[in-house]
């Protein structure tokens, strides 16, 4: 079963904080994204990867950055947390396939203080 | 123009009714279009893809009407299972999936 994990479901960190959320794919994909979803904004792309150490800007990359320096696993780092990325980051997974399915881990909600 | 534009919702339906949302899309480019499931608290799954005019999956048909830029989404024989979101999402570029901002269906007994 294919299985996209991501490791902190509920994350509370203050203004000024350096945050880690880290995903991890079991299935060989080559292609990661993280999205940012927020009410009423639905699901915006931030950054997406579609090979080891390959990484390209989503719509809205302010603030943050990623880091993928293996296959498996895809980071996204805010260096400097601000109240306005108080949100739920989901990370997804896609093989080569000309095909639309996207794996989403659990998601992980960010609260910035 | 938003790229992907869908009526928010909720539509209320009552189990056995049918429903129909459409999604409207600005990049006449995309040649693929998914529509994907969200339940309440849990992340996007896919539910079907479109690529030429239309697909039909059991009690879901989608439609694509490349003319108007508009993909429609029809539930026959509702179920109270089928309360979720509804996420419309065309092919951007390379990779790239833009999601809609979603459709709510609340079915009810």
């Known amino acids: 079963d294919v299985k996209v994990t991501q490791s902190s479901r509920y994350l509370v960190k203050r203004t000024g904080e350096k945050v880690f959320l880290e995903c991890v794919q079991d299935?060989?994909?080559?292609?990661m994204f993280w999205y940012r979803q927020d009410p009423g904004l639905g699901l915006r792309l931030i950054y997406f990867s579609y090979d080891v150490k390959m990484k390209e800007k989503g719509d809205i990359p302010e603030g943050y950055s990623v880091s993928r320096e293996k296959k498996e696993r895809f980071s996204l780092i805010l260096e400097s947390a601000s109240t306005n990325q108080t949100s739920m980051y989901l990370c997804?997974?896609?093989?080569?396939?000309?095909?639309?399915?996207?794996?989403f881990g659990e998601g992980s909600r960010l609260t910035v203080l | 123009r938003k790229e992907v534009e869908q009526d928010p919702g909720p539509f209320n339906v009552p189990e056995g009714a049918t429903v129909a949302f459409n999604c409207t899309y600005s990049n006449s480019a995309s040649q693929s279009f998914f529509w994907y499931r969200q339940d309440c608290r849990k992340e996007p799954k896919l539910l079907m893809s479109v690529y030429s005019s239309g697909n039909e999956d059991g009690r879901f048909t989608a439609q694509l009407n490349r003319a108007s830029q508009y993909i429609s989404l029809l539930i026959r024989d509702s179920k109270l299972s089928d309360s979720a979101t509804y996420l419309c999402v065309p092919r951007g570029g390379f990779q790239k999936l833009v999601f809609g901002t979603g459709t709510r269906l609340l079915v009810s007994p």
């Open positions: 997804a997974s896609k093989g080569p396939t000309n095909t639309g399915e996207l794996f």
């Open positions: 299935m060989d994909h080559e292609n």
